[in-house]
């Protein structure tokens, strides 16, 4: 069956007139523009939120970013950026962990791990190197980690992977630490540090919690 133009000689009676239509394409234009903005703020936003301190909490609707070398908001990206990534290529399955900066020792966070007696306890150290210096093979040393009752819990029975990493210049790594605590230690809080070999300035404070296993 044959459909009559319109009684204005225009092809708007037809059912595909629409994909001639300029405004009905403007239209769809912008609407799909629109979602890809969405979807790029939601982007922005998720790096912004993981580059605070606590991971969380919402963005500031009004966040810009300065792109001067210097800008806090694109060095908080950057760090994000490299975290997530490092995560993605560690699987995704660790925690965020701790990180260290070798441009600086400020906001220094300690490594806090958990486990049941027995069992396994893990996390991720970031070492991040915004400076322009090659600090080359990058090795981790951990002291023995000891209870207030005089209980250790040796070096030894902690696991670094890799156990070496190179850190030339703006480079980010993520280092997995692993204790495989056995049946006979003692619940309660182990504490000792982590020292980067390549400076003396560089370490982290290690608190292991073991818990009692369940009755």
Not at 27 to 39: V, Y
Not at 68 to 79: A, I, V
Not at 126 to 139: A, E, M, P, V, Y
Not at 188 to 193: A, S
């Amino acid at each position: 069956m044959t459909r009559p133009f319109a009684d204005d000689g225009t092809l708007g009676d037809l059912p595909w007139a629409s994909v001639f239509d300029p405004a009905a394409n403007a239209r769809a234009l912008s609407a799909i523009q629109a979602e890809g903005f969405r979807a790029a703020s939601q982007i922005v936003d998720r790096f912004v939120r993981l580059a605070r301190p606590d991971g969380g909490g919402a963005a500031s609707p009004d966040f810009s970013v300065d792109a001067s070398p210097g800008s806090p908001d694109l060095e908080q990206l950057t760090r994000a950026w490299w975290s997530v990534a490092g995560q993605f290529l560690l699987g995704g399955g660790r925690p965020r962990g701790a990180e260290l900066d070798f441009a600086g020792t400020d906001g220094r966070q300690g490594i806090a791990l958990e486990s049941s007696v027995p069992g396994c306890a893990e996390t991720v150290v970031w070492l991040h190197n915004r400076t322009d210096k090659d600090f080359g093979s990058i090795r981790l040393r951990c002291s023995d980690l000891l209870a207030h009752g005089g209980s250790v819990i040796e070096s030894r029975e902690l696991a670094l992977e890799p156990d070496t990493v190179e850190m030339p210049p703006r480079s980010s790594r993520g280092i997995a630490v692993t204790i495989h605590v056995t049946e006979n230690a003692k619940p309660g809080v182990y504490r000792g540090t982590l020292l980067v070999d390549a400076d003396e300035n560089l370490w982290l404070p290690v608190a292991l919690t073991l818990r009692a296993p369940a009755p």
